[in-house]
Structures are given as structure tokens and as C-alpha cells.
């Protein structure tokens, strides 16, 4: 398939893209918090949250599979979604 002619690579995109996700990754390597599973206190990752427009976004747990609960108005908790990443047996993961 060719490529429309039309249509020109956007150079200055893909370079914003970049510098955005490594700004991003610096960002959570030097001010993000590790977050820790409830269950068993391994840790799940480096996060950085980010408040905007009145919405929570946690930057570093793009790639992994957790489950968060609102134990309080402020206090969120974080868990493991699958019994296999837990350390804790298969009968105590309710």
C-alpha cells in the first residue's frame, strides 16, 4: 500500500511524543512514591500522581493489573488483581 501523497510525516509530533514520555519516566523515577500491594507489601511500581481538572491520574502503572478500592474519602488501596503476582496463599486472597 503506498502512502497518501497528500499526507506528510509529522516530525515535530513524534519529537513532542518523545520528549513528553521521557520528561514523564524522569518525573516518576526522581518524585514518584512506590506503591506497595495491601496484601501482601510487594511492591507494585513507581507512581507519580497528578491532579487535573479534578481527576486523579496515576503515571507508572500503566503495565500492571491492580485493583484500587476507596477505603475513606482520601485513602485509596491498592492490591494485586491476579493470586499468582500475590505472595500471600491462594486462601486468604478474598
Known amino acids: 500500500m503506498k502512502p497518501d501523497p497528500l499526507t506528510k510525516p509529522n516530525p515535530a509530533g513524534k519529537l513532542r511524543t518523545a520528549i513528553v514520555l521521557l520528561v514523564t519516566a524522569w518525573a516518576i523515577r526522581w518524585f514518584g512514591r512506590e506503591m506497595l500491594c495491601e496484601r501482601c507489601g510487594q511492591s507494585l511500581g513507581r507512581v507519580l500522581p497528578m491532579f487535573r481538572k479534578g481527576n486523579l491520574r496515576l503515571h507508572g502503572l500503566d503495565d500492571v493489573d491492580v485493583f484500587v478500592d476507596f477505603l475513606d474519602r482520601n485513602i485509596l488501596r ?17
Open 78 to 94: 491498592f492490591r494485586h488483581m491476579y493470586p499468582s503476582c500475590c505472595k500471600v496463599s491462594p486462601l486468604e486472597f478474598k
